[in-house]
């Protein structure tokens, strides 16, 4: 880090690999800070732990903390964000970068978002009343329920054919009536605020400016250096919305070395360089690290693209292609499945620079091996292959890595 003052201002300048250090010491992937306090520590840290439906070694919420905690049980994961023998009350899910488990303290914060869709009247369906009230009468009388329990979430058409519960119960939970505190068998449990938000965060109604300066503070936090647009998109709010209150939120201006726009950093992730061990794990596509694809060219150059809703036929990478994280670097790319006790990389991809050199070359499959045993173990697979490598003339030189790997 530079110091250089220009007509009077003095400004700090990040070199690009002290940007990255910086963002993934933020994001708990570097050093053992991002360990504290297990998964209930992490989402204080993140923020914002995003939810996906897909599951290929486990579903994206669960493979988030195992990215940063290794192989924490998959029990202990749900019991953190939903409460069970740990204790309820930890968390919520709510719309922030997109559904997202939430820590519940943060339930007052996002009353800007409830009034806002409040104010529109409807979001992605036109919202009947007497359905509301049904849902409301249902969860007073027998709540918590889940989609199913209150009649079911499909009208009879495509998966966008909701019900008329379905809508009422989904719009309930955009403005705040209705709250998720708890997942059963992937199914939402809808509650009412009232029993399930402590009474102390029901009775708080932040402003938008508090709330906004809040949420952009904690993405500054949670990134570590970021740029205007980098801050909005954590949370979905506007790049206006930033310039508003991004004086009030304590992060400090800086210039990232590459960078076109100006960046702000939190300023305690300057006090002294990140330190200590980087991570080597397989990301989920939903990873806070890698959920904003622009910022993960520029802080990384590389390239991500989330294929399961593409084509088979059309596909270049794989069905839910996870970034290989090592030694601070996004070095490649793998499409993983699990076949009878057999964790299967479906296809592998190297980045050209990730293999330009034999020492490089090593690095990348020693890296790529201990990402795969490291995840077999954790699902419960008892041995590790690779159906399809890029480049395919390293294919002896992986399975030497596999089985040496697999022997330790």
């Known amino acids: 880090m530079s110091v250089r003052t220009i007509a009077g201002v003095t400004e700090l300048e990040l070199s690009a690999d002290e940007a990255r250090r910086v963002q993934l010491s933020a994001q708990g992937l570097l050093g053992a800070g991002g360990r504290r306090g297990g998964v209930r520590g992490l989402l204080g840290r993140l923020g914002a732990v995003q939810l996906d439906t897909i599951s290929v070694l486990a579903r994206s919420h669960e493979l988030i903390p195992y990215a940063r905690l290794g192989a924490v049980g998959r029990d202990a994961v749900e019991d953190a964000y939903w409460g069970g023998s740990a204790g309820a009350g930890a968390a919520f899910e709510y719309w922030a970068h997109a559904a997202c488990v939430l820590p519940m303290d943060e339930w007052p914060i996002f009353g800007f978002r409830r009034r806002a869709f409040r104010d529109r009247g409807w979001r992605w369906h036109q919202v009947s009343e007497q359905t509301c009230d049904l849902v409301r009468k249902r969860l007073r009388a027998d709540g918590p329920l889940t989609m199913k329990e209150l009649g079911g979430a499909k009208a009879g058409g495509e998966w966008w054919d909701w019900s008329e519960q379905k809508i009422a119960v989904e719009w309930l939970l955009d403005v705040g009536e209705v709250v998720c505190v708890r997942r059963t068998g992937w199914r939402r449990v809808y509650d009412l605020p009232e029993r399930a938000v402590p ?210």
């Open 199 to 408: 009474a102390a965060l029901l009775d708080q109604e932040p402003g938008d400016a508090e709330c906004l300066t809040y949420l952009v503070g904690r993405a500054g936090r949670a990134l570590g250096v970021a740029t205007r647009a980098d801050l909005a998109d954590y949370y979905r709010i506007k790049n206006e919305q930033v310039g508003e209150v991004i004086e009030a939120t304590g992060l400090v201006p800086v210039r990232v070395e590459g960078w076109r726009q100006p960046a702000w950093a939190d300023p305690a992730a300057l006090v002294s360089p990140p330190r200590g061990r980087h991570a080597t794990t397989l990301l989920s596509p939903f990873d806070s690290l890698v959920w904003d694809r622009a910022r993960t060219s520029r802080m990384f150059g590389f390239d991500h693209r989330l294929e399961a809703y593409v084509p088979k036929a059309k596909r270049v990478h794989g069905y839910f292609t996870m970034p290989l994280l090592a030694g601070g670097r996004l070095i490649g790319r793998v499409d993983p499945a699990r076949e009878k006790g057999v964790l299967v990389a479906r296809q592998v991809s190297f980045e050209p620079w990730a293999i330009s050199t034999p020492s490089r070359t090593r690095s990348a499959l020693t890296a790529l091996s201990t990402a795969l045993w490291r995840a077999a173990d954790w699902v419960g697979c008892h041995d590790v292959r690779v159906d399809v490598l890029n480049p395919p003339e390293l294919a002896t030189a992986v399975t030497r890595a596999l089985t040496t790997e697999g022997t330790l």
